[in-house]
Structure formats: C-alpha cells, structure tokens
C-alpha cells in the first residue's frame, strides 16, 4: 500500500537562487512565442526562493533541502498533506515546491511513470469533467489553445500506469493563489515560473509518487 511518510528531513534547509486527454493540433507555438510566454509568466528579477508576487506562503517558494538516504534521484514525491512537491535530486538533497492537488474525492494518490512532457501544452477537458460541471468545462469540449490562460498552464508532466494515460498531470497554473489548496479536478498545480524550473531537471520515465492525504483509501493503493 502506498502510505504517506516523512521522506524529507526537516533540517538543513537551503535556499536555491487538471485531468485532461492531450490535444495533438495542426500548429503549435514556435519557439518565439514560446518564450515570449514564458517572460509574461516569468515575474521581472525572478528568484526562485524570494519571489512572490502571487501572495502565496513564504513555505511555498521553491526550497531546497535534505533528502532522506535511500530516495531515487530523478523521482517526484507529492506529500497532499502538507501540499509539497519533491524533486530528488543527486547528492542528498530535493527541491520542494508548493503545490495545489485535486479537490474532494478527485485527487488518486498512487505510483505514475512521467511518460511524456511538453511546454505550453494544449488542453481539453474530460468528458467526466464535462458532465459534472458543464457550465465550467463544456465551452472548451474542442480544447483550449496554448497560453498564459491556458489550464495546463506554461508546462505539463504526463502520469501514466504502464501504457495507460491516467490523464493526471503536474502542470502550470494560471490561478497560484490555489496554491496550498484542494482545487484541482485531480491534477497537481504548481505556479507556471516554478514549474518552468522544474521541467527542465525532470527526466521522462521518471516516478512520481502522489501520496494519500491522511484518511484517505485508493483503489490505487
């Protein structure tokens, strides 16, 4: 059973410097726009740890600390108590972002291989999505287009059991203040100019691990 535990250690800290079915579109943005985007979401100055023009809580801003022995470097580790993301990294140490996982009964902890990544992504809602909030999700049923308001945000990391797409993802968001929330439709948010950083240093056939909020029962378990 996949339990949630202290993988992280507490000390030594040190500062560094939506459920969706891909889109596969005839024109994607080029490399231009691409990083014209990534300078709109990219705060002017930007620091990793002191950054925050969102708002969000200092605990938050990407942070790097100890890792416990034994965790694979490369590995993601989702802690849905605390709203953590951790990047394990060479050497000991992990990065640790904060993050907003999927609201009620929506997030599914369980172990995911990062099959497939792309920047600026395209996005379309689920059919279940659609059916339980029409009036949200059925205006995008043909997808969204690339951008800064797009759901997917800036970045997306594609979780998959073996072949299947489970179409969870770790992605951008436009809406950081849901940072440290339960808001997803099953996903996990990061801000977009976190994310950025991060998707460079991640390596597809990765794991990721997205651990149970305490209480919780998977069948994926």
Known sequence: MLTRRHFISASAMLFSPAISRPLFANSWPDEAQRAAWDAQVTP???DAATTNPWGLHPRFLPTRV?????LTPGDIHVDAVAHYLYHIEEGG?????????????LYEPGTYTIQRKVEWPHWTPTQSMIRREPEVYAKYADGMEPGPNNALGSRALYLYVGDRDTYLRIHGTPYPRSIGTRASSGCVRMVMAHINDLYSNVVTGSTAFLYPPEGYVSALS
Do not use: F, K, Q, W
Not at 66 to 70: L, S, T
């Open 44 to 46: 002017p100055g930007y």
């Open 66 to 70: 100890i890792a416990n022995a034994g």
């Open 93 to 105: 140490t992990a990065m640790r972002y904060g993050v907003a996982i999927g609201r009620d009964d």
